[in-house]
């Protein structure tokens, strides 16, 4: 059974850079679409972005889109989640799942879907404040 850590998580000031990591233990990294997401306090979840197996597709959310950068090592079996130019609104606990693609729109990562992800880590909190 695939297993997901997060880590990297914590408190930066406005316009920061963070990176964030998802290692993955129980099987291989290489089976999967992994897709960050992230829920701040009283919000719905909502996915931030998607990286497909081999790493060669990715997709973002349009308020992820141009600041955050996801990237994957599969000799390692961790995925990464660059951020920069945090804002505020970007404060939340964020999350990589796992899945394994079923469809084309799934495998390329063209859309992505919190409901479609079947394993997920435990989250790290990201806090942007001055």
């Known amino acids: 059974q695939l297993q997901l850590v997060e880590s990297g998580g914590g408190l930066v000031q406005p316009g920061g850079s963070l990176r964030l990591s998802c290692a993955a233990s129980?099987?291989?990294?290489?089976?999967?679409?992994i897709g960050w997401f992230r829920q701040a306090p009283g919000k719905e979840r909502e996915a931030v972005s998607c990286?497909?197996?081999?790493?060669?597709?990715?997709n973002y959310a349009d308020s992820a889109k141009g600041r955050f950068t996801i990237s994957r090592d599969n000799a390692v079996d961790t995925v990464y989640l660059q951020m920069s130019g945090l804002r505020p609104e970007d404060t939340a606990i964020y999350y990589c799942?796992?899945?394994?693609?079923?469809?084309?729109?799934?495998?390329?990562?063209?859309?992505?879907?919190?409901?479609?992800?079947?394993?997920w880590g435990q989250g790290t909190w990201v806090t942007i404040s001055s």
């Open positions: 799942a796992a899945l394994r693609p079923r469809t084309l729109v799934q495998i390329i990562c063209r859309s992505f879907s919190a409901a479609d992800f079947e394993s």
């Open positions: 129980g099987s291989s990294l290489n089976d999967y679409v």
């Open positions: 990286i497909s197996k081999s790493g060669n597709n990715t």
